[in-house]
């Protein structure tokens, strides 16, 4: 069955530090990929979507994520990161009529 | 900008009391769900709804029962809440049933179970 395994739970990251938040999937075939972040208090917003292609996809917020059939992975990457990307980030991917998340990094920014 | 509305934001019950919790979307979407988080983040998929159809629907304890009047509404009834329901419950909606779209979610209730 599809799944997605996030295995940090929690990444810490100076401000301006760049970022990279790990994900691996189980797919039978190539899968779309999402990747959601949840600020404090709020639901999850979508920050990019992979549909087979090209594997580096562009989100908002300068985050980017980038797709590794070999690797079986779906890492999402950000150059600097500011303080307001403290958040919960989970990695998703379809099955069936549903979306399956990852556990979710939480990622702490310290000055 | 939220286009799915949960209510309430809070609730706050007793053990063996029943709840209720609305969700509507205004996006015109097709297809409804509601998850729950608990308070390590997972989410976990409760129920979902393609137009008032019900087509997912995992292994929940029958004291929960979603209702969905249309397409835009889902709501979520508690029968006898217990201190595990403690949780937070995100409604979302996607344009179709089909599970590569992107969902849209709600703020969330949080429900705390005394």
């Known amino acids: 069955a599809q799944s997605v395994t996030q295995p940090d739970a929690r990444v810490t990251v100076s401000e301006g530090a760049s970022l990279q938040l790990r994900c691996k999937y189980s797919?039978?075939?190539?899968?779309?990929l999402f990747w959601y972040v949840q600020y404090p208090r709020q639901g999850l917003q979508l920050l990019l979507k992979?549909?087979?292609?090209?594997?580096v996809v562009q989100g908002v917020n300068g985050f980017e994520a980038e797709f590794s059939k070999s690797n079986s992975s779906f890492h999402l990457r950000k150059a600097s990161v500011h303080w307001s990307d403290w958040a919960v980030y989970f990695c998703?991917?379809?099955?069936?009529?549903?979306?399956?998340f990852g556990s979710g990094t939480r990622l702490l920014v310290s000055p | 900008e939220t286009a799915v509305f949960q209510t309430p934001n809070y609730h706050v019950t007793q053990v063996g009391n029943e709840v209720s919790f609305n969700c509507k979307q205004t996006?015109?979407?097709?297809?409804m769900y509601w998850y729950k988080q608990d308070s390590k983040k997972l989410l976990k998929i409760m129920f979902s709804?393609?137009?008032?159809?019900?087509?997912v629907n995992e292994t929940v304890p029958r004291r929960f029962s979603p209702q969905s009047s249309d397409k835009a509404h889902l709501n979520l009834r508690i029968k006898s809440v217990e201190p595990e329901d403690s949780a937070v419950y995100l409604c979302?909606?996607?344009?179709?049933?089909?599970?590569?779209?992107?969902?849209?979610f709600g703020h969330g209730t949080k429900l705390s179970v005394l």
């Open positions: 979302a909606s996607t344009k179709s049933r089909i599970s590569n779209e992107r969902l849209f």
């Open positions: 797919y039978f075939g190539t899968p779309y």
């Open positions: 992979y549909y087979p292609g090209d594997p």
């Open positions: 998703a991917v379809p099955g069936g009529y549903k979306v399956v």
């Open positions: 996006l015109g979407h097709d297809t």
């Open positions: 709804y393609n137009n008032k159809q019900l087509i």
